[in-house]
Each structure stands twice: as C-alpha cells, then as structure tokens.
C-alpha cells in the first residue's frame, strides 16, 4: 500500500478523502503556533492578514471592539472564510503576499494598515509597501515553533502546506525519494532546496493538496 505523511494533523473530513482511497495516512503536527500577549492599537481599520493564525491573534484580541467596523485585506480563501465567518468585511482577496501589495499600493496608498503577522512572515509584503509609501505598521502576534520528528522510513509521499513545515521535517529527516505534494509557490520554493520531485496544489488549500497526493498515486498504481 502507498503511504502518504502530512506534516499537519487532518481534520475528519479531510481524513475522510483518504479512507476509501486505498492509499495509508500517517500525519503528525510539525509545527506548534504559539498566540502572543499583545495590545492593538485602536486608531487602525486597515488590517493585513496573510495567515489564518494572524487573523486567530486578532480575534483573541479584539474581544470587546465591533469588528463590523474593521476592513481586511487578506491572502487566502481559509482567512478570508474566518474574517467573514466573525463579522469582519473582507476588501480584497488575492493567493499570495506580493499581489496583495502590488494591490494596496496601487488603490489605498493614502491609508494606513496595520499587519498583523508571526516571527517567520516573508518579505515581500512590506518590501513593496515600503517601496510605494504605503504607510503601514507591523506587528508580531504569534510564534511559530518547529516540532521536529524522526521517521525511521521512507513515504511515498509527504504533503507540505508551508515553508516552515518543511524545515521542521528536513531538521530530522530527508524527503529522499518521496514526492512533495506542496501547497502554494512558496511551499514549492522551500521544497526545491531538498527535491526536484514536488507537485504543486491547484488551489492553495489543504484539501487540494490531499486531493492531488490521492489523483497521483491512483493514476500510478
């Protein structure tokens, strides 16, 4: 049987996709999310979010405030789904940071954001807001730690659905000769540093990387 580990644990209904595939899952948690004691500034509507755990500190936060009156520019359709599901209008949508920039500084230039992020957030981001005058200020409200685990065997697959995940495997262990299902470019361009054998999500989300890793093994059965 073709084996698969993911280095997030699945929710039932993602497990579900796998349990009539023929295809064995092993997962662990390879990262741990750590929400920091912070204080938001009251004087920003603007918020930047380009995680799920970002827009989880802000709501841990912002408890007593009216969200309804907060506007969100986001990456994602999971932070966008949490945004709208607490009330919190959602301006802009895009798949990854760089657009979400080049979209800021295009049509809100004169307006202020806050960016909420965690200790590994990229740089692209606030490279072409700073570039274009965007007046923005960041702030760190989460950590995320690395959980390494020894796998004394090689998987057929693995599925990645971040960078760090992949850093946290690779302390521990090789990719080898398993294929990196990954789930977005930037997954992708940590993975090439260990694999050329990566395949890439369709849509940057957890069931599409499932869905890919299941598609591939069943074709090449």
């Not at 760090?164 to 990954?182: D, H, P, R």
């Amino acid at each position: 049987m073709k084996t698969v580990l993911s280095t997030k644990i699945l929710s039932p209904s993602q497990k579900e996709l796998f349990l009539n595939s023929g295809i064995g899952l092993v997962e662990y948690n390879a990262l741990r999310i750590e929400f920091l004691d912070i204080t938001l500034p009251l004087d920003y509507q603007n918020y930047i979010f380009t995680s799920k755990n970002a827009v989880k500190a802000f709501l841990k936060h912002s408890k007593k405030v009216d969200l309804s009156d907060y506007k969100a520019f986001c990456v994602g359709e999971k932070t966008q789904a949490l945004l709208e599901e607490n009330g919190i209008k959602v301006m802009k949508i895009t798949q990854n940071a760089s657009d979400l920039a080049d979209f800021i500084a295009k049509n809100h230039q004169n307006e202020a954001f806050l960016f909420l992020c965690g200790n590994w957030r990229r740089e692209e981001l606030p490279k072409i807001l700073s570039k274009n005058n965007v007046r923005y200020v960041e702030m760190e409200a989460y950590r995320t730690h690395l959980i390494p685990k020894k796998f004394n065997r090689t998987f057929d697959g693995i599925l990645f659905f971040s960078p760090s995940g992949i850093k946290s495997y690779i302390q521990e262990n090789s990719i080898s000769k398993s294929l990196a299902f990954c789930i977005g470019n930037t997954t992708q361009t940590e993975a090439k540093k260990h694999t050329d054998q990566i395949i890439i999500a369709n849509k940057p989300t957890i069931e599409n990387v499932l869905v890919q890793a299941i598609k591939y093994f069943k074709k090449n059965d």
